[in-house]
């Protein structure tokens, strides 16, 4: 079974800091998609990165794939509280088998 | 509106008790899947079909079974549910697997007793 290894696991900040979500692998992918989860409810896909060194941006969020298709940063700028939630790292081989990596809980205070 | 719909939303069980969850999507997509989320496990997949009769084993196949006899549709079964099957259950939807992202359903909240 492939890992996947999210940093951290917890991170609490201010309203307006920048932070950096990183998911780690030793496992080459083909594809490694980001989804944000909220309580009580299933993930939501955010982007799907499969280019090595493909970076994406997504308003105040930057996803980023390692040149080995092995790693992947989400980085959030001037974060708000509307970003809570659970950010979830998932890596593709082949289409059929998704791995999940841990998650990052993500508090974002006004 | 494009979705993955699961039924039900909640359930309590007893041990033994036979049970299935429905899952339902409007998006022709040809890739489904059922993943379990644990406290500390994150999320794991059961099973998964790439298309209509075609299903194989996830991460964590052992007390379930499932059926994709059109494309819609992809029940889980629990033929003699236990309790380490308690557990927050997700059915997913993709058109082509990993490269297209999956579309989740909302949950179904299963508690075996």
């Not at chain 1, 941006?57 to 939630?85: C, V």
């Not at chain 2, 964590?60 to 549910?81: A, D, M």
Request: charge should be positive.
């Amino acid at each position: 079974t492939q890992l996947l290894e999210q940093s951290p696991q917890f991170l609490s900040i201010q309203e307006g800091e920048n932070l950096t979500v990183y998911c780690n692998s030793s496992s080459v992918f083909s594809s490694l998609q980001w989804y944000r989860q909220e309580p009580g409810e299933g993930p939501v896909l955010l982007v799907t990165v499969v280019t090595g060194g493909e970076v994406k941006k997504l308003k105040r969020l930057t996803f980023q794939f390692g040149d080995a298709r092995k790693d992947s940063s989400l980085h959030i700028t001037a974060a708000q509280p509307g970003d809570t939630g659970l950010y979830l790292c998932a890596g593709d081989n082949a289409g059929n088998m998704l791995t999940f990596g841990g998650g990052t809980r993500l508090m974002v205070k006004p | 509106e494009a979705q993955v719909t699961q039924n039900p939303r909640y359930l309590i069980t007893v041990t033994g008790k036979k049970l299935t969850v429905t899952c339902s999507q409007n998006m022709n997509h040809e890739y489904m899947s059922w993943y379990r989320q644990d406290p500390g496990l994150g999320l794991r997949q059961i099973y998964y079909s790439m298309n209509v009769e075609v299903t194989d084993k996830g991460d964590v196949p052992e007390g379930y079974k499932v059926s994709r006899k059109e494309k819609r549709n992809f029940p889980l079964i629990l033929e003699s549910p236990s309790p380490n099957q308690t557990s927050l259950y997700f059915c997913a939807s993709s058109p082509r697997g990993g490269w297209g992202g999956y579309t989740f359903g909302s949950g179904t909240r299963l508690t075996v007793v």
